[in-house]
Nanobody, 117 residues
Framework: QVQLVESGGGLVQEGDSLRLSCAAS????????MGWYRQAPGGQREMVAT???????VYAESVQGRFTISRVSAKHTVYLQMNSLKFEDTAVYYC???????????WGQGTQVTVSS
């Protein structure tokens, strides 16, 4: 089993910045993808950004240039630096870890990000 613990959400104004953190623990393999997803009220969960153990990143078009995903491999920790936040970034943000060898897929409990206009 893998456990994910997120932190860093909160209430900010448009244009502000926030940094989310996610620490993974448990039976973690050598190759995996970690990422951030979000779900706005009434909406579907969508990918925000992902990063592989090799350091390759993918971003949603809506956050490209504003958000940066990074990791500390030794700590199985991933961060999401969110700059120039917009009202439409308001959502619950979920950390995800996908184990490539076992196809195990794990989610954190979610952290609320609210951007006021």
């Amino acid at each position: 089993q893998v456990q994910l613990v997120e932190s860093g959400g909160g209430l900010v104004q448009e244009g502000d910045s926030l940094r989310l953190s996610c620490a993974a623990s448990g039976n973690i393999g050598r190759t995996y993808i970690m990422g951030w997803y979000r779900q706005a009220p009434g909406g579907q969960r969508e990918m925000v950004a992902t990063i592989t153990t090799g350091g390759n990143t993918v971003y949603a078009e809506s956050v490209q240039g504003r958000f940066t995903i990074s990791r500390v491999s030794a700590k199985h920790t991933v961060y999401l630096q969110m700059n120039s936040l917009k009202f439409e970034d308001t959502a619950v943000y979920y950390c995800n870890l996908y184990q490539i060898t076992s196809s195990g897929n794990y989610w954190g409990q979610g952290t609320q990000v609210t951007v006021s206009s």
